[in-house]
């Protein structure tokens, strides 16, 4: 799944990241470098509405690991946004890296942050240590994704969680229907997942979760995301409104999974 080429535009003060095709892989406000300009990566950050900790930087999620590096946007986000997380990215193609670097500011490796050249699937699938994060969102130049939507490598995603530890998954471009992946997901997490309603960009964000059961009321949800924005900057607040239109959250007036 390497990259025929990389390219990269510009366009309003945002510059965008191309595997040599019109998808766009990755975005950056240049003079806001760390927000998520895009709006499916905000949506994979709901996890940090869901457990309980998150306002507390000292606590929830301590490791992360994002499987996709793209333009580097989720990768900048946890390593700034989140001070307690130590943070470990995983990127097939060693040009994405550099790419990321040179264009999209993806900081320098340190104690908080690895950058590791290696297949996804073969790197989940091998003994290694436990995450509470985990963000798949690893696509080629056709917007493939491969066997990172394989019921083999969610249920290594779902081995390599910790007590508690949450899953989000990017499902564009895996098939016009959502149902297959999910189900593959739904399988590998014991039915314990949730989709979010579809973004305006096609994307589609799936959450899945082990450990203590995800219970919140939407007024709750609500009251979180207001405090996620004060701390971190991202608002997800529109998110938290389009889970409440689209009704598809369990009980009427709360999200449980």
């Known amino acids: 799944m390497h990259h025929s080429s990389i390219d990269i535009s510009e366009e309003d003060g945002i510059r965008y990241l191309h595997f040599g095709s019109e998808w766009v892989q990755g975005a950056m406000r240049i003079r806001r470098p760390v927000d998520l300009q895009l709006e499916y990566t905000r949506e994979m950050m709901t996890g940090l509405l869901l457990r309980d900790g998150f306002t507390d930087t000292a606590k929830w999620p301590k490791r992360i690991l994002l499987v996709g590096l793209g333009a580097g946007s989720l990768t900048k986000f946890c390593y700034w946004k989140l001070p307690q997380a130590r943070v470990t990215t995983v990127e097939i193609d060693e040009s994405v890296w550099a790419a990321a670097s040179f264009h999209f500011k993806l900081p320098a490796e340190d104690q908080r942050l690895s950058i590791v050249i290696d297949d996804g699937v073969d790197y989940m699938t091998r003994p290694g240590p436990k995450f509470d994060y985990i963000l798949i969102d690893g696509y080629d130049e056709d917007a493939k994704v491969g066997l990172l939507d394989s019921l083999p490598f ?36 014991g039915g314990r997942t949730f989709a979010l309603p579809q973004c305006a960009s096609g994307n589609v964000v799936a959450l899945a979760t082990r450990g203590e059961e995800i219970s919140l009321t939407l007024a709750g949800l ?36």
């Open 154 to 189: 969610y249920q290594a995603c779902w081995a390599r969680l910790n007590e508690n530890g949450m899953l989000a998954t990017n499902l564009f471009g895996r098939s016009r229907s959502y149902a297959a992946p999910l189900k593959r997901l739904s399988e590998a997490f």
């Open 222 to 257: 609500r009251e979180r995301a207001v405090q996620l924005k004060a701390s971190t900057g991202l608002d997800l607040r529109p998110t938290v409104k389009r889970i409440e239109q689209a009704g598809t959250s369990g009980p009427a007036d709360r999200l449980q999974f």
